[in-house]
Nanobody
Framework: QVHLVESGGGLAQAGGSLSVSCTASGRTFRDYAMGWLRQAPGKEREFVAGISRSYGEYQAYEESVKGRFTISRDNAKSTVTLQMDWLKPEDTAVYYC???????????????????WGQGIQVTVSS
């Protein structure tokens, strides 16, 4: 019922920029927190950024991306976007858009707390 479709990503040099976007369907988008998580080869899936439901007045970031990545939402377009600046090779991963079950204002920070997932999109950063 809930479908999340990612777009963007691709290849950038270290220090460059990329963005990933996610469009949701199957529910009232503004009622739910959204998140971006990533998984690099041989690594556990990890939380990257999240944004609260409704206006998106609260955002949360994994420590290593603070000051470099920005999450935003556009409820009119049912879209959440992660702008990634000052990219580093260690940002290379498959990035997943995800959302939660409940309509709370919490932003979960673990993969287990997200219940609906996009297909994933590749982000590659070269040295």
């Amino acid at each position: 019922q809930v479908h999340l479709v990612e777009s963007g990503g691709g290849l950038a040099q270290a220090g460059g920029s990329l963005s990933v976007s996610c469009t949701a369907s199957g529910r009232t988008f503004r009622d739910y927190a959204m998140g971006w998580l990533r998984q690099a080869p041989g690594k556990e899936r990890e939380f990257v950024a999240g944004i609260s439901r409704s206006y998106g007045e609260y955002q949360a970031y994994e420590e290593s991306v603070k000051g470099r990545f920005t999450i935003s939402r556009d409820n009119a377009k049912s879209t959440v976007t992660l702008q990634m600046d000052w990219l580093k090779p260690e940002d290379t991963a498959v990035y997943y858009c995800a959302t939660v079950q409940s309509t709370s204002y919490q932003i979960p920070k673990t993969p287990a707390e997200y219940v609906y997932w996009g297909q994933g999109i590749q982000v590659t950063v070269s040295s």
